[in-house]
């Protein structure tokens, strides 16, 4: 493979689009593929050849990444007639980005072998901004020998590469991580929301946690957005609600009680019924409040 890989990107949505660019700066020639090919589009005017169907942006390709919303929409995307599965060369590396959970990584796995590529589980951490700004954490994972010819999508993309053995392993770390990350956006909608109901200012709870043991930078990130009930997604709640479903099918399949996972899904299905999906995750809150 060429030093500098053409890359075939799948998904143009918050984290692709910010992958797109985060790549293009980085100088890797880059064809990006959109469901929505209007949400491509910008990307054209900043390098990358935007392509109509999967297939046009992965033949030729080097590396295909896909950043999807799911395990459904990958599979679409890849095994479909004008899938890029069928487009791209044997042996040509697809690095899957997308959350998709422990066994929908594994049925990927299963894809990949089936379309003759070599499969690299590798979900990331951050969100829009580090996606923008190529500051993510690579959760990689997946053969050896496909470690090097990665690099140069994983130093665009990210600040941090963890390789962590067979494939798969990205994905349920990603499980793990993503289990702490909504306890917090939890516990923060739910520490103002109560702070409310005791008619305290729901400052207070941020200002009294700043700079002790308890603090975390993200109670104020998504509490200060819940405070001035600005809910632009950065994570969208479609997506946390759907990743804690995949928390709790993994933690069900290896015999773990993750309760406070549970209760996060029930209020982020309940927020997705009141029509909050497209709104950021930290809008779990609007149900703690029953506004
Ligand atoms: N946002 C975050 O903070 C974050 C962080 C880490 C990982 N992730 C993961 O990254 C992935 C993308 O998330 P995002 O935040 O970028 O979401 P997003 O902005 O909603 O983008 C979702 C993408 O999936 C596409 N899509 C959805 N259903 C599809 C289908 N059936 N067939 C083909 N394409 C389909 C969308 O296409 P259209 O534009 O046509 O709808 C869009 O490209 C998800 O797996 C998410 O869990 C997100």
């Given at each position: ?10 998904g ?7 992958m ?17 090919t209007a ?5 054209a ?7 109509e ?13 896909t ?26 590396i ?8 422990v ?5 990927l ?8 590529l ?10 829009r ?9 690579v ?38 991580v ?12 739910e ?16 200002d ?16 200060e957005?819940i ?5 632009d ?8 609600e759907?990743d ?14 993750m ?28 149900v703690?409040?029953?506004?």
């Open positions: 493979m060429a030093t500098t890989p053409t890359v075939a990107l799948l143009t949505g918050i984290m692709g689009s910010g797109a660019r985060s790549m293009l700066r980085a100088g890797l020639p880059l064809r990006v593929w959109n469901r929505t949400k491509a589009r910008p990307l005017d900043e390098g990358a050849v935007v392509a169907t999967p297939a046009e942006a992965a033949r030729g390709a080097d590396i295909v990444v950043m999807l919303q799911d395990t459904v929409a990958v599979e679409a995307a890849m095994a479909a007639d004008d899938g890029a599965g069928h487009a791209a060369r044997d042996g040509t697809w690095i899957q980005s997308s959350t998709v959970g066994d929908g990584a594994a049925r796995a299963a894809l990949a072998v089936r379309c003759a070599v499969y690299v589980d590798a979900p990331v951490l951050g969100t901004e580090p996606a923008e700004k190529g500051a993510l954490t959760l990689a994972s997946g053969p050896a020998e496909a470690r090097e010819p990665c690099t140069p999508v994983f130093d665009a993309i990210g600040n941090r590469t963890l390789w962590l053995g067979p494939a798969g392993n990205g994905s349920r770390l990603k499980m793990v993503n289990s702490w990350v909504l306890a917090l956006a939890e516990a923060t909608a520490a103002i929301a109560l702070a409310e109901g005791l008619r305290l200012d729901p400052r207070l709870f941020l009294t946690i700043a700079g002790t043991g308890t603090d975390s930078p993200y109670a104020h990130t998504k509490g957005a405070l001035a009930r600005r809910f997604p950065s994570f969208p709640l479609r997506g946390a759907k804690a479903r995949l928390i709790l099918e993994a933690a069900a399949d290896a015999g773990v009680d309760g406070l996972t549970a209760a996060a899904q029930r209020h982020l299905a309940r927020a997705l019924e009141l029509g909050h999906g497209d709104d950021d995750m930290a809008a779990v809150y609007l703690h409040r029953r506004e």
